[in-house]
Every structure is written in C-alpha cells, then in structure tokens.
C-alpha cells in the first residue's frame, strides 16, 4: 500500500482544528467526538473522549478543555502524573541543595544519606513505577504488595527493623510525600 492511500486511511473521520491546529477533534468509529493535544513539554498525547455526537456541543466542549489544560499548564502543572520512584528522586535531589546551609532549612549531608536509605526502603514497599496519583493517604497503612495487603510497618518489621528506625522512616517518607 502506497503511503498517501495509508494517510487516508488512518486519518480520523470529520477531524476539525481548534486554536489555530493547537488541539484537534474528530470523530471515532462510533461518530463520538474526540479530543487530541500534543503536550510538547511532556511529549505526549492528550486523547481524551467528548462523549457527544454533536460537532457544535464537542467543539465548545473541547475549547473548555483545551483552556483549563492551558491554565493547569500556566500554573506549571503536569497533565500527566510522574513515577514515584521519578517523585523519590525529585525530592531526593530538592534535599540535596539545602546540605551545608546553616540555619532552620539547612541539613548536614548525614541527614541526606539517611533520607536516601528511607526512600530506599519506601520503594522497596511500593510500585515504584506505579503513578503518584496511585498514592493515598493510606498508602503506609494498607497497600497491595505481591498478592498480600500489608501496611509499611509490617513491611519493616518482616526485617527485623527497630520502631524507632521505622517511625523515623514513615517521617521522611511523609515528608517526601
């Protein structure tokens, strides 16, 4: 099959340009209208379904979306949630600027090599590919871990670590969060 009958083919049905080919709708194999925006600073995708079949309700639809995306993004908000272990690192690498700063927000580098060893064992305890978003508020109180539902101190404890070694650890691993 020659290239330009393959470009027919996989163009989307009734596609239509909005902003200036900023983000684009067209319509499925269902003539259910959908969303599409290139996200450059994350280099992805936005697809996302308008759940119309009415072209003037979609395309108003999809400006409202395409305008809170752009105010999300203004507001230096990632669409796309980011790896806990990426997360752990972020956090990991923030510690490190404040290492041999004297006052209130400094740490000594000690202090870092400890909460490095937490956020080890924190991503031991969980998917560390797993999103952010995946994370609760319960998270260290119950989380499914290889077919068993175990809360962070058991986790710890199967170890054989110290109480106080592991509320030390749930500290850093909040504060992280």
Same mark, same amino acid.
């Given at each position: 099959?020659?290239?330009?009958?393959?470009?027919? #083919?996989?163009?989307?049905?009734?596609? %239509?340009? #909005?902003?200036?080919?900023?983000?684009?709708?067209?319509?499925?194999?269902?003539?259910?209208?959908?969303?599409?925006?290139?996200?450059?600073?994350?280099?992805?995708?936005?697809?996302?379904?308008?759940?119309?079949?009415?072209?003037?309700?979609?395309?108003?639809?999809?400006?409202?979306?395409?305008?809170?995306?752009?105010?999300?993004? $203004?507001? !230096?908000?990632?669409?796309?949630? #980011?790896?806990?272990?990426?997360?752990?690192?972020?956090? #990991?690498?923030?510690?490190?600027?404040?290492? &041999?700063? %004297? !006052?209130?927000? !400094?740490? %000594?580098? &000690?202090?870092?090599?400890?909460?490095?060893?937490?956020?080890?064992?924190?991503? /031991?305890?969980?998917?560390?590919?797993?999103? %952010?978003?995946?994370?609760?508020?319960?998270?260290?109180?119950?989380?499914?871990?290889? !077919? /068993?539902?175990?809360?962070?101190?058991?986790?710890?404890? $199967?170890?054989?670590?110290?109480?106080?070694?592991?509320?030390? /650890?749930?500290?850093?691993?909040?504060?992280?969060?």
């Amino acid at each position: 099959m020659d290239d330009s009958l393959r470009t027919l #083919i996989d163009m989307p049905k009734n596609e %239509v340009r #909005i902003y200036n080919s900023k983000a684009v709708i067209y319509q499925n194999d269902y003539d259910v209208w959908q969303f599409r925006m290139w996200l450059a600073d994350e280099d992805k995708y936005i697809r996302q379904s308008l759940r119309t079949k009415d072209k003037a309700k979609a395309i108003a639809d999809a400006e409202a979306l395409y305008e809170d995306i752009k105010y999300m993004k $203004r507001r !230096g908000k990632k669409y796309y949630s #980011i790896s806990i272990k990426k997360a752990v690192e972020m956090y #990991i690498e923030d510690k490190a600027k404040y290492v &041999g700063i %004297v !006052g209130a927000n !400094g740490i %000594v580098e &000690g202090r870092l090599t400890t909460i490095k060893a937490h956020m080890k064992h924190f991503l /031991e305890y969980v998917h560390k590919d797993a999103k %952010v978003k995946d994370l609760s508020i319960n998270t260290l109180l119950s989380y499914e871990r290889e !077919g /068993e539902t175990i809360d962070y101190e058991l986790f710890r404890k $199967r170890k054989s670590i110290a109480d106080s070694t592991i509320r030390n /650890e749930i500290a850093s691993i909040n504060a992280c969060v």
